[in-house]
């Protein structure tokens, strides 16, 4: 989320090189102290020569458009969600991302392990690199493409279905079936499937078996029949997919975040995790780094918050977020590209995995 390049070129417009400069300051400056910024302080710190009353005429004009806002009669300023919106979008340049964070996020790839111990572990080091909320989801089940399905005896009438995504991911459930089925038939059926529906995404698999069931069953000789009905109950997609969260209780107590109402709902946020699907749907519609600042995250109660998402997957289908949440005054510079870069290892990672099942 951010702005266009026509609403950005009419902001630009609207502020000229050394308002923006001014702007800049006060922000880089709020981000490292999290205190006021007034402009005698500001005037020792900006590159430009500029002076206090100077400083201070450019702070009024940016408090009318909304910019800056200020906490009391007597102190310096602080920039609103506008100003960090403006800032991400027009004023931060990320900076480049050292060797040696670098080579933390690589040691994801090096782990080993299921995929579901991978996204811990990346969770992990994300948490303790931004010392904020890291917030990854498992691969989606209906973008996942299908390795194989395996269908397993369990009774008479209960069948454990185990299925196995490209990504790494597994399912398991159980299923009633209304008939006896030998487990030499279950083979059947699975050899089917798999050969049927090889690579095709679970959504897409469940979409055509529906269609099947529609259409003449006397065409449908006892496999495929037995292959549709078990097949509808398999892939059947009601299930969110699993969200890790990482971070220390005393990030959330940091003076940054200012308002205690703010702690309490991102606490409320970890307990019931459902509250931040809506934007996991956002961030797996985009193919690039995205940032959420304040309101804009449309979580209850983290109006002064911000997350930073990015999308991983397997070649181009994108699986699952990785974000981090943190005050709106967080070092964007820094965080952003580890972000995009844990994205990108988590990613190799993945296509790694499903290369060595391939083989």
Known sequence: ?????RERAIISTNIDERTQKVLKGIIDSYIIDSE????????KKLDVDLSPATIRNIMVDLSEMGYLQQPHTSAGRIPTNKAFRFYVDSLAVANSLPEKIQAMIGEISNRGGQVEQLLVNTTRILANLTEFICVITAPKAEVSLLQRIEFLKINSREILVILI??????????????????????????EFLNKEFQNASLLEIRKKILE????????????????????????ELDTPPAMYM??????LLNAKFKNQETVKSLIDAFEHKNTMMDIVDRTLQADRIQIFIGEENEVEGLEDCSLITAGYGLDDNILGMVG??????????????????????????????????DI
């Open 212 to 235: 099947s069931m529609v259409e003449d069953k006397a065409r449908y000789d006892t496999l495929l029949a037995q292959a549709v009905r078990l097949g509808k109950k398999a892939f």
């Open 246 to 251: 990482e971070g220390q209780i005393e990030t």
């Open 324 to 357: 981090v949440i943190g005050p709106t005054c967080m070092n964007y510079q820094r965080i952003i590209p580890v972000v995009d870069y844990t994205a990108k290892i988590l990613s190799a990672s993945i296509s790694e995995h499903a290369h060595l099942d």
């Open 36 to 43: 006021a910024v007034g402009s005698r302080t500001l005037s």
């Open 165 to 190: 995504t490209k990504s790494g991911l597994i399912r398991n459930k159980i299923i009633e079936s209304s008939e006896k089925l030998s487990q030499n038939f279950l083979n059947s059926v699975a």
């Open 1 to 5: 989320m951010g702005l266009s390049k």
